[in-house]
């Protein structure tokens, strides 16, 4: 069975800050890892993918890969109150996602 | 086209009725997927179609839950004799198969909360 850890949370942070959001995954043969952010009462939203190792940035967001320890991160720079949401990490498997249980990420003005 | 798109938003239904919900994918995605998320845990993949073709369905709950997409179009999910447990966020996705290959970036609707009591 396919597995996708993440911390729970709730990861407090004041506004500003960075936020470090972390992924472990089982499958090796996975290829590509996503960053959803799902809002309370919405649906997950993509907001970052990444399929080699290394980092990849994308406006405030950084997601870091490292296949070797089969680790995803997601960084957010000057964290704002309005990236308070659940952030979910995603792997990829044959033809489908597995999703982690997300970590909600609370950023304090 | 402004994404996919999910109908009812919200159902609620006594325990034991039938009740089916409907998804329409971004026009030029070819594959549509289905997903159930409960509180405090990530989407559980259920099925998945490419056209109409339904590649993967051995992940569905139970033989009470059906999904079909007749076209290849719009999906329907079904599940009869609805139990308390179904109460859930039912999530719909799709994505494009490209020729070189799966584009695995999912793009979901806003949901179909069910509620039964």
């Known amino acids: 069975q396919k597995e996708v850890e993440q911390n729970s949370g709730p990861l407090s942070v004041p506004e500003g800050a960075i936020a470090s959001l972390n992924c472990t995954y089982s499958?090796?043969?996975?290829?590509?890892f996503f960053w959803y952010r799902q809002y309370s009462g919405k649906s997950p939203e993509l907001i970052m993918f990444?399929?080699?190792?290394g980092d990849k940035e994308d406006g405030r967001f950084t997601a870091q890969l490292n296949k070797a320890s089969q680790y995803v991160s997601l960084l957010i720079r000057d964290s704002q109150p309005s990236d308070s949401a659940t952030y979910l990490c995603?792997?990829?498997?044959?033809?489908?996602?597995?999703f982690g249980k997300g970590t909600m990420l609370l950023v304090s003005p | 086209d402004t994404g996919v798109s999910q109908d009812p938003r919200h159902k609620i239904t006594k325990r034991g009725q039938n009740v089916t919900f409907r998804c329409d994918p971004i026009?030029?995605?070819?594959?549509l997927y289905w997903y159930r998320q409960t509180l405090g845990q990530g989407p559980e993949f259920l099925t998945y179609?490419?056209?109409?073709?339904?590649?993967?369905k051995s992940r569905l709950l139970s033989d009470r839950f059906s999904a079909e997409r007749p076209k290849g179009s719009f999906s329907t999910l079904e599940i009869q004799r609805t139990e308390q447990g179904d109460s859930a966020m039912y999530l719909c996705?799709?994505?494009?198969?490209?020729?070189?290959?799966?584009?695995?970036?999912?793009?979901f609707g806003s949901g179909t909360q069910l509620s039964v009591l």
């Open positions: 995603a792997v990829s498997g044959y033809s489908t996602l597995t």
């Open positions: 026009s030029e995605h070819n594959r």
């Open positions: 499958d090796r043969g996975s290829q590509s």
């Open positions: 996705a799709s994505s494009l198969v490209a020729p070189t290959g799966v584009d695995e970036k999912l793009f």
């Open positions: 179609f490419q056209n109409e073709a339904q590649l993967e």
């Open positions: 990444i399929y080699s190792n």
